[in-house]
């Protein structure tokens, strides 16, 4: 036929649809800054075996690095390195905040392909990441038997830009493994199971479900970023990186360096310059001195269209000092001196009393 337009069979679209507890059910996360953008990151679980460049196309990310800071693999990683079938990837991606919830802004983009339908599309193209339902209400569908050949198709991931506690945060959309406990997860994620509950409308632990997406917010590494900066602001959660400042700079999350964001030169691009603080120790980017109790680190503070900005952080390295530490114990020799005085000159009286009396 010359029309590109593709009728899905009705009958066999509800059947599906009927038979599959996934197509109905919600992924939607709460969000209630209106207008609001940030990043998220969601989990996909490969439906096949494939590689990190499909992902990378399937999801419209624009760079791969992205998708390998997301996940702590070394840069050095090529787009062909190999995924299994069942396996999980971290997907970076744009959110924004509408009527609610939060939904990715503008990516993904699917394009229809011959024998495609919504919820082959939902179902199994995107692991139940969504639903056909959500994908039809996104790209405006009247009919969901009816989609075309070519047709681009919004896909709308679930996010959030909320912050949580009073502390802004990264959402993650974390896909609930088979054996998988509240209790597990929150340890595992450094939140308390309180705030996964009621992130997640979950009435209890026992409400958990396999496959499920969940909203999980990380706590993101603190960092110098100036509110001026081009990536301002640079939230990155613990175990994760990001490459910035026009491919110059690699930042790291650590949690055991006391949440403070690590930036270095990325050494992936020779067109970027040579990158230090001023001063006296005249540091590369990253690089610490130490003098005494003192700590002093070459920092990144941000970029723009032209310069990459950097501030000397200072802080001090040296334990603080305890309750029973030595000035303690000092006012106790004191206090035992003085009451030593006071009976030696008792004792003198005493002599002196004694030695008129005879």
């Known amino acids: ?9 009705v009958f066999l679209f509800i059947i599906i649809a009927i038979s599959s507890p996934n197509s109905i059910s919600a992924k939607t996360f709460s969000c209630s800054s209106s207008g609001a953008t940030c990043h998220a990151i969601v989990d996909y679980v490969s439906p096949n075996a494939t590689t990190l460049n499909a992902i990378k196309t399937l999801f419209t990310v624009r760079n791969l690095r992205s998708i390998l800071g997301a996940n702590s693999l070394p840069l050095s990683t090529r787009g062909r390195f190999p995924v299994a079938a069942k396996q999980t990837v971290k997907i970076p991606f744009p959110c924004i905040c509408r009527n609610g919830t939060g939904i990715s802004n503008g990516l993904p983009v699917y394009t229809v392909v011959p024998n495609d339908g919504l919820y082959h599309i939902a179902a199994e193209v995107f692991s139940n990441l969504v639903t056909y339902q959500e994908i039809q209400a996104a790209n405006n ?12 198709l919004t896909i709308p991931l679930p996010c959030s830009c ?32 309180e705030t996964l509950l ?61 949440w403070m964001l690590h930036c270095d030169a990325a050494g992936i691009n020779s067109s970027c310059p040579i990158i230090r603080c001023g001063g006296s120790d005249n540091l590369f980017l990253g690089n610490t001195t130490s003098s005494g109790c003192n700590a002093t680190t070459c920092s990144y503070t941000g970029y723009n269209n032209t310069t990459i900005q950097t501030m000397v952080d200072s802080m001090s390295t040296c334990p603080a000092p305890t309750p029973n530490s030595s000035p303690t ?6 206090g035992n001196g003085l009451a030593i005085f006071i009976h030696a000159v008792m004792l003198c009286v005493l002599f002196l009393s004694s030695e008129m009396a005879m």
């Open 198 to 258: 009621l992130r997640n409308n979950l009435t209890g632990p026992q409400a958990l479900i396999a496959g499920d997406v969940i909203d999980i917010p990380l706590r993101a590494c603190s960092s110098m970023v100036t509110n001026t900066s081009l990536d301002y602001p640079l939230l990155v959660p613990n175990n994760t990186y990001v490459v910035t400042a026009n491919s110059c700079v690699k930042c790291k999350c650590d949690a055991q360096m006391n």
């Open 329 to 334: 114990r000092l006012h106790g020799w004191r």
């Open 162 to 193: 909320d912050d949580v506690g009073g502390q802004t945060v990264v959402h993650y959309g974390h896909v609930v493994a088979a054996g998988s406990s509240v209790e597990g997860i929150a340890g595992q994620y450094n939140i308390s199971e």
């Open 141 to 152: 569908i009247s009919d969901a038997n009816l989609i075309e050949v070519g047709q681009n």
């Open 1 to 9: 036929m010359a029309s590109s337009k593709k009728l899905l069979p």
